[in-house]
């Protein structure tokens, strides 16, 4: 029989006896907010962007001197009316309570931008409440049996268990019994655009290991890669070019597409791997940042019309194992989507990132207009974790594939790797294979691996 003193500890787990938000420093030196619920016994952070969409939640800044005008703690002025609502709600209850934990924060911003709130603030409230609830009802947040059922169905499918654990898709195109797997990095190892300091526009240059069974085997791969590009640009370039940038690619000076193209096929058969078989090639164009009056400036001071754009996006397809395209037009030019889609759809990944940011309301909107077939997800971007799955929801309806993504300022929270595995996503984009704020999501990942062997699923 338990006694009284220990089953008050027991009930204070399993109720929200109180929220805090903290100010830290993101991986950039800037400040971001950390949620912390019953003392610190929970914890989550909220990421910031560099390069973003303007439909985005927005971020509420303290716009005065302290720390370049980016300090976060005027967010924090709901805390009190924040604890007001939550303190005392349980934490059991599964996927079911966190739901419901969720609606209360849409309930007190339901704005599309979080204009009241902060998105900064709601996202790491959101992230604070899974890892709670997760906690609270004895299971790890990767298991399927959590986020799967929902990133499969949200508002535009339905899922059901089946007796074996693994979840039946019922209204989503391809249905099939589906088990969540390892999800496969998107590895940024080359920077242009808001990342980097070259003439590079396109923003970054990424490779993709095929399908692994072993997580040790895909990440000697990966780094081996990572580490021999290192060897190649300082032999080509001198050794002054190998420093990183924000998210751990490199930024060497040069000048064109194909240049960086050219070194990761380099460095891939350098490191005794097939480029298109081994190893893949991905880019993040970030076209909205050098789009103007209709026209693309791919190259520096050499404007391509959007029909030179498409061509040109074509032929590199053609010339290099490329897989996947993160917004290769501007987030409102929706003919050229269209138009890129229908000549590209069954070719490769069209991913929207500033195109839909992480919004049920655009994810949608693709079901019908069609302007790409994958989905990069960024939790920040639309302010909670129930909005981005049912985006996940609407895009999966259609057969689309899913990146769960980090941002440019981040912290060692790896709640996306765990969430990544949670919803069955395809592949996780977290950076290159250094920075510790990196890393903290590919040992989170290994992390999974072992858990997922020793519990055999």
């Not at 997760?134 to 059922?149: G, I, T």
């Not at 190649?232 to 050794?239: D, E, L, R, T």
């Not at 298109?276 to 789009?291: H, K, Q, R, W």
Request: hydrophobic letters at 35%.
């Amino acid at each position: 029989m338990l006694n009284i003193e220990y089953k008050n500890i027991i009930i204070h787990m399993r109720t929200i006896q109180n929220i805090r938000f903290v100010q830290i420093l993101d991986s950039r030196g800037f400040p971001t907010i950390q949620c912390e619920i019953n003392n610190g016994l929970y914890k989550a952070c909220s990421p910031s962007g560099a390069s973003t969409g303007s439909r985005e939640a927005i971020e509420i800044r303290d716009e005065n001197k302290t720390f370049m005008g980016k300090s976060v703690l005027i967010a924090f002025r709901n805390q009190d009316i924040i604890n007001e609502i939550f303190i005392g709600k349980s934490l059991e209850g599964g996927l079911e309570k966190f739901k419901e934990l969720d609606n209360l924060i849409l309930k007190m911003d339901s704005t599309p931008q979080k204009s009241i709130l902060g998105g900064n603030l709601t996202t790491a409230l959101s992230f604070c409440l899974l890892k709670a609830v997760s906690d609270n009802n004895v299971y790890q947040l990767f298991n399927n049996h959590n986020l799967l059922p929902w990133a499969w169905g949200g508002k535009g499918g339905t899922a059901v268990q089946s007796k074996n654990g693994v979840f039946e898709t019922q209204g989503i195109k391809n249905s099939k019994s589906f088990l969540a797997v390892l999800p496969r990095p998107l590895v940024n190892i080359i920077n242009g655009g808001k990342h980097a300091g070259n003439k590079l526009q396109i923003q970054e240059f990424m490779i993709v290991p095929k399908e692994y069974t072993d997580v040790y085997d895909m990440l000697n791969n990966i780094t081996t890669v990572f580490h021999n590009l290192k060897k190649i640009i300082s032999k080509k370039y001198g050794s002054s070019q190998t420093a990183v940038g924000d998210e751990g690619g490199y930024a060497p000076d040069i000048e064109s597409p194909e240049e960086a193209l050219d070194l990761l096929v380099d460095a891939i058969e350098t490191s005794g791997l097939k480029p298109g078989e081994d190893m893949f090639i991905a880019l993040d164009c970030a076209a909205s940042e050098y789009y103007k009056d209709g026209k693309y400036e791919i190259f520096e001071n050499k404007w391509l019309s959007k029909e030179e754009t498409i061509d040109y996006l074509k032929a590199l397809c053609e010339k290099y194992p490329i897989i996947s395209i993160e917004d290769p037009f501007d987030e409102n030019d929706f003919e050229s989507w269209k138009l890129f889609y229908q000549e590209m759809n069954d070719k490769i990944m069209i991913v929207g990132d500033d195109l839909f940011t992480t919004s049920p309301e655009y994810c949608k909107k693709n079901e019908e207009e069609k302007w790409a077939n994958s989905l990069l997800v960024k939790v920040n971007q639309i302010g909670t974790v129930s909005e981005a799955l049912d985006a996940i929801g609407w895009i999966r309806k259609n057969g689309g594939k899913i990146i769960l993504s980090h941002r440019s300022g981040e912290t060692n929270d790896d709640i996306i790797t765990d969430i990544g595995y949670g919803i069955g996503a395809e592949f996780l984009k977290i950076g290159a294979p250094c920075r510790g704020e990196r890393i903290a999501k590919y040992n989170r990942l290994i992390e999974i691996y072992i858990q997922r062997l020793s519990i055999g699923s």
